[in-house]
Structure formats: structure tokens, C-alpha cells
Nanobody
Framework: QVQLVESGGGWVQPGGSLTLSCSAS????????MAWYRRTPGKERELVAQ???????SYADSVRARVTISRDYVQNSLQLQMRDVQIEDAGDYYC?????WGQGIRVVVSS
């Protein structure tokens, strides 16, 4: 069982930057792909970005040019760096690893 805890959310102005972090604990030695999902108002939960155990990354088209996912294999943590944040990026972001999900963290985008 893996426990995931997100941090780093909050308020950001349009055009600003924000970094989300996810700390994994518990049985972490066999964590494969980790990912960030989000649920934005009026939409279903969607995959934002993911990174495999080998470091291969993939991104949703809507964020590809503005987001970087990274992973610390020693600390068992996951990050999502967001740049030029847009109004439509506002929502709840979730860290995912295997069948485990974090509680989610909110990102508010407003001026």
C-alpha cells in the first residue's frame, strides 16, 4: 500500500508559476508510473502528466508546453512544475501511483 500526500497548491495569478509536490510513503519499492491528474470545473478528471519508473514522460496536449513533471526516486516524491498558469488550470490536482491516489490539492487561478 502506498500513501500519497500532495502539497504546494494554492492561489496563483494568471501567467504565474506554481509547483505541486507529492510525497509517497509505505510500500514504495515497486512504484512504477506516477502521474498527476486534475479535475477542473465542469470537466471529468483528466490526466495531466505522467512519468514512468524509467523517467519517460508524457503530457496532456493542453499543458505540454507549460508543465514539467519530475520525480525523485530516492525521496519517492513527484513534482509538477506549472508555468504561465491559465484560468482553465484551476481545479483539484491528484497524485496517482498504481492504485493509490492522494487526497488532492486545490489550485486557484485568479488576479
Amino acid at each position: 500500500q502506498v500513501q500519497l500526500v500532495e502539497s504546494g497548491g494554492g492561489w496563483v495569478q494568471p501567467g504565474g508559476s506554481l509547483t505541486l509536490s507529492c510525497s509517497a510513503s509505505g510500500i514504495t519499492f515497486n512504484i512504477g508510473t506516477m502521474a498527476w491528474y486534475r479535475r477542473t470545473p465542469g470537466k471529468e478528471r483528466e490526466l495531466v502528466a505522467q512519468i514512468t519508473a524509467e523517467g519517460e514522460t508524457s503530457y496532456a496536449d493542453s499543458v505540454r508546453a507549460r508543465v514539467t513533471i519530475s520525480r525523485d526516486y530516492v525521496q519517492n516524491s513527484l513534482q509538477l512544475q506549472m508555468r504561465d498558469v491559465q484560468i482553465e488550470d484551476a481545479g483539484d490536482y491528484y497524485c496517482q501511483a498504481g492504485t493509490s491516489w492522494g487526497q488532492g490539492i486545490r489550485v486557484v487561478v485568479s488576479s
